[in-house]
Structures are given as C-alpha cells and as structure tokens.
C-alpha cells in the first residue's frame, strides 16, 4: 500500500508524545477506545492527521515472547511420540519454523532411548531435520532467545555424536553468547555448559573453565539466591558440569584430580541443603547421579549421603546396573553404609486368642491319671520239658 503525499512529507515526532493505536486496535473500536483512554491518562495527545509517529526498535531479547501462541502444528508435535513426530516431519517439516522445527527435536530426543534415536537417525528427513538445528547453532540468528538454542543444543547432544559435527565449533557460538548475556536464567545457563561437558569426552568444558567460574559466581551471589531457580535435574546436572570442569590435567607422574574453587564448595553446599530438604519429590535416577557426583568431585558430605539412602534403597528396581554399580562405588569411597533402615528389636508382642495351633485356654484338671495294668496269661511262667 502507497503513503500518500501528505504522510511522506509529514514530520516526525516522536511515539511516546501521541497516541498511536496498534493494528487491531484500529479495526475494533472498543479496542480503539481502551488504549486511547489510557494514552490520555498518560498524557499523550491525539496526533494531527498526516503526523508518522517515530516507534523505537525493539531491542533482542533473550527470554520468549510472554503470552506468545502456539501453532497447530507445534501442538500436534508436542503431544505425539517420538515415531508420530518423524512422521509429521516426513509430511511437513520443509514448512516448519524454526521454533517448531526444534520443538519437533526436542520430542524425538525426550520421548526415546538412545537405541530408538538411532533408528530414527537413519532417516533421511529426521537427519536433514538435525542438520538445520545445527546450521542454527553455528550461526545463530539475532533476535532468538538463548534459552531456545540451549534447547536446540541439548536435543542435538542426545543424539549419536555425528550429528553435532565439531563440537567445538557448533557449541562454541552458544557458549560465546551465555558469557556475553548478563540476563540469562539459571536453567538456560546449566543447559549450556552441560552440553559442553557431555560432549569431546568432557575435553570441551576444559576449554571454558572461566565460564563455569562465572555462572557459579553468579549462582552462589546473595547466598545462593538464584540456587532456587535451577530445577531438580539441572541442579545436579550443574553439579556434575563443575566436577567434569575442575578436573586437573596431571603432568608426568602426577594423579587425575579434581580442584574445586571456593565458589564450587559453596554451590555444593547450597545444592545438598535443598536436595536435603526436597529428597521426597526428586525422581530416583537423579538421586543416584547425586552420590556419584560427589564421588567423582571428591565431597564427603555425610549428612547428605544418610539423607538420600533410603531413597536410593526405594527405587533400585527403577535404576538400572551400571547407575546401581556408581552408588555402591560412592559410598564405599567414603566408607557410608549404603542399605535400608533397621526395623530394631521388638520389646513386646502381643498374643491373640486363637494365633495359634494349640488351645489358648488352659487345660481343666481331671484329677490324677490312672493306668491300666497289665494282666498275666498264665499264674506262674511256664516251664518247658527238657527231652
């Protein structure tokens, strides 16, 4: 549509000095009057026909559109399994956006195990599909929030190895932009760093140590508030991220350790006292990687330990060998009894009538027993001829 002569030679002034409705303000006039009442209680003015109002551009912003909708087709991906979703990509992934596009990963890579994603992998269109998350990694667009290509990155992760290419190279502009964000949140943050440390055999993570020291220092600020935002999973994970980046390289002659900072201990601590005190509602398989981290991180922490045992104890049947095996291994480090709560001695019992086979009333005297005796055949014993 053409502007007019006197729209393209209007001046300009500025958007916050008038009233300026939105587009579908424009076609409903309740809408209309609604903002144009609250512009004058604002002070703004009408302005004069012909006027363009100035709109600033909207800076980028890391955190998703509040409120935003949902498209058809990213609902039907959302709610269908890991094969239905393969499927919905065959059909319409060349459609797709960017958003469902990683939506569309990110349920193949939740709802499958790691046999079934290979499978799905072998696929033309699912392998196309992890090609276009990764072209997005390597050069992330402006504008897309860091939490959804942290999202994107995770997806990629769970996948076989040579999806992600170089990891390096497909997780570093990620990396880049979490340390350059001030405002990131503390999931979207231990997604990310978790991602390095699962990939290159944890020889990524090695490379951005500063960035660990970073986030950490952040998380622990005002003692430990922001501790709380991490949910259940991530809090362990960002356990596990510290213990894989803390890692000394030795020298020759010298043993693998792991050097926690002063800001890691405290984290550890921060994490155990509200692992401690939400024990009942964190899922079984997390519970067991909280021992091993420990473990491998060199932190005894008793109290800990004693808290999650009979967790631990609870869901065994849910844990499979090798998760089993890294629990006994932790606390026989550090020499905790891994077994259930002993049920003590029982001081009294309590003996109903009838529990058992014999009467429960005592027997009735008769009197004293009297026997038969025995009668003789003969008066005298016999005595036999001698021939």
Known sequence: MKRTAAEAFAPAVPANGVFQPSTSAILDPKAYFAQFQQ????????????????????????????????????????????????????????????????EALSTMATKSSYKLREELLRQPHVKQLCERVKNLLLQPPRGLPLETLAKAAWCLVRFPDEVLGTPAATLGPIARLLGSDASWHANTASQILWCLAK?????????HKQLVTQVVKELVRDAGRRVAELSQEELVNMLSTIAKARVHIPIKGENQTVRCEAND????????????????????????????????????????????????????????EKTMGRCI?????????????????RTMAVVAKGDFIRPSDKPKKIGPKTYDKPVALYDKTQLHSRA
């Open 199 to 207: 990939v290159d055999n944890s020889k990524l993570i090695l490379q």
């Open 265 to 320: 201990e405290l984290y550890f601590s921060y994490a155990s006292k509200r692992i401690i005190a939400e024990i009942d509602t964190i899922d079984g398989r997390v519970v067991a990687d909280v021992a091993h981290v420990h473990a491998e991180a060199g932190i005894r922490d008793e109290k800990l330990f004693k808290a999650i045992c009979p967790r631990i104890m609870a869901k065994q049947k849910e844990l499979d």
């Open 329 to 345: 291994k932790a606390y026989a480090r550090f020499m905790i009894p891994l077994r259930e709560e002993a049920q003590g001695f």
């Open 39 to 102: 512009a004058a209680m604002q002070g703004k003015s009408l302005a004069p026909p012909g006027t363009v109002a100035i709109t600033p551009p909207a800076a980028a912003s890391t955190a998703p559109v509040p409120g935003a909708e949902k498209s058809e087709v990213q609902l039907q991906v959302e709610a269908a399994s890991a094969v239905k979703c393969s499927n919905i990509v065959k059909e319409k992934g060349a459609n797709f956006t960017t958003v469902v596009a990683i």
